[in-house]
């Protein structure tokens, strides 16, 4: 194995070496989020109207289903994690396996939403597109890769558990844990920024006018 993905102890912190790597990487992810909400907030300060409006396209109730499947997932990968470190393989293979299908879950409700964006031709070309909606598919879209690429390397782990070898790597679990983590943590932040925050103020500025 390589150096750059050796996950043995580094010297000085005594901190898994995939892990520091792991750290590093999410950092790097947060300035591309922190990138987005600042731009996304300045813009709908000076562009409410349309930010209103927009928001008034979205389906609360399948965002608030995803909350709920991405908390959930990030507590059946934890114990996935307690149980490979226990050496229960059976029960990390359940608690794994419920989280991919948390993470399935999720892309098939996001499956939907964009369906029905879709069909009120707000996609990016179609005739009611607007900015807020550039921001909705820029910010959620990101997410969703991200969903895909923490659910990939899972399904391999799961699947490697089944064989005569075993998948008896706890620390490299644990390491795309803190990456699953990250991704809950995302879309909680994502979800009050676009569907709950932008209607509360449109509200708020059409009482004043009138």
Partial sequence: MSSALNLAHEPVTKIPMGKLAMWAFLASELMFFTGFFGAFIVLRNSNYTVFGEGSHHLNVAMALTNTFILIGSSLTMALSILNLEKGNVKNFR????????????????????????????????????????????????????????????????????????????????????????????????IFPALYLMIPYHAAAGAAVHH
């Fill in 94 to 189: 359940l608690f794994l396996g419920l989280t991919i299908l948390g993470g399935f879950g999720f892309l098939i409700v996001k499956y939907f939403e964009y369906s029905g964006k879709w069909h009120d031709g707000l996609f990016p070309g179609q005739e009611h597109h607007t900015l807020f909606f550039s921001f909705y598919f820029l910010m959620t879209g990101f997410h969703a890769l991200h969903v895909i690429g923490g659910v990939i390397p899972m399904i391999f782990m799961w699947l490697k558990s089944f064989t005569k070898s075993g998948y008896n790597h706890p620390v490299k679990v644990e390491t795309l844990g803190l990456y699953w983590h990250f991704v809950d943590l995302m879309w909680i932040f």
